[in-house]
C-alpha cells in the first residue's frame, strides 16, 4: 500500500503504563510511538519557527521520562497530547502520525522518517 493510501483515521489510540503511545488504524495497522520521540517531533510553534519551518526544539530540552498525561482528539484529523513536562500546545495530525510509523512494514514502503513534514 502506497504511503498515500493509507488510512489515516485511528480506530483506537492508547496510552500505555510506560508512556508508549499505540494506534490501531481503520485498516487494523498497528502503530507504537515512544513518548520522548513524539514529544521532540511536537509541530507547535514553540517547537518549529512558522515561518522557515526550523525546529526551535532543543532535543535535550525534553525529559528522558516524558510521558503523556492527557490526550483529546482535535476534530477528525488530529490528537493534542498534555506531556508530562506542562507542554500541551501541539496538535499531531493523524496522517503525520501514520506517516512516523517506524514499524518494518511502514519503513520498507516508505524509508525513515525523523520529521513529521507538512
Not at 482528539?73 to 502520525?97: E, K, N, R
Request: net charge negative; aromatic share 8%; glycine share 10%.
Amino acid at each position: 500500500m502506497t504511503e498515500r493510501a493509507r488510512p489515516t483515521t485511528p480506530r483506537r489510540m492508547d496510552v500505555f503504563p510506560s508512556g508508549e503511545i499505540g494506534i490501531v488504524w481503520e485498516d487494523g495497522h498497528e502503530s507504537f510511538y515512544a513518548a520522548r520521540e513524539l514529544r521532540g517531533l511536537c509541530p507547535c510553534a514553540a517547537c518549529v519557527d512558522e515561518v522557515t519551518g526550523r525546529r526551535i526544539l532543543d532535543p535535550a530540552s525534553v525529559p528522558e521520562d516524558v510521558v503523556p498525561r492527557l490526550w483529546n482528539g482535535v476534530g477528525h484529523y488530529g490528537v493534542q497530547f498534555v506531556w508530562s513536562d506542562g507542554h500541551s500546545t501541539g496538535i499531531y495530525p493523524h496522517a503525520v502520525l501514520r506517516r512516523l510509523c517506524s514499524c518494518e512494514e511502514c519503513r520498507a514502503s516508505a524509508g525513515t522518517r525523523t520529521e513529521p513534514g507538512p
